[in-house]
């Protein structure tokens, strides 16, 4: 869903999914032969209270031992670090930072 924000995407390394930012603050993952919704996440942080847009998404292959994973990031500086641990493509928050302080 966009229409005041600009909001990014990345397609998955497999080829399967377009994963998209939401002006709702949720990551959308799409099928990419069908561009029907596969998975729909809240990435509102954890609580629910986050009502700022999901504006850029970066996708990273599974790589050795490393899972496939995706970071959202949001217009109140929350990242969001989603992993796919089952290769059956559904999607769960593994970490929540918050970038909108320095890290020191």
């Not at 995407?9 to 032969?33: A, Q, R, T, W």
């Not at 209270?49 to 217009?75: D, F, Q, R």
């Amino acid at each position: 869903k966009a229409g005041n924000y600009g909001l990014d995407c990345c397609i998955m390394s497999n080829d399967l999914h377009v994963v998209s930012g939401s002006e709702d603050g949720c990551v959308v993952f799409y099928d990419l032969v069908s561009g029907k919704v596969a998975q729909k996440v809240d990435a509102k942080g954890g609580g629910g209270e986050n009502e700022h847009p999901t504006c850029s998404i970066a996708c990273y292959p599974k790589k050795g031992i490393w899972e496939s994973m995706v970071l959202s990031a949001s217009y109140d500086g929350q990242v969001l670090v989603w992993c796919d641990s089952t290769d059956h493509a559904q999607w769960s928050q593994v970490n929540n930072l918050d970038a909108s302080a320095p890290f020191y």
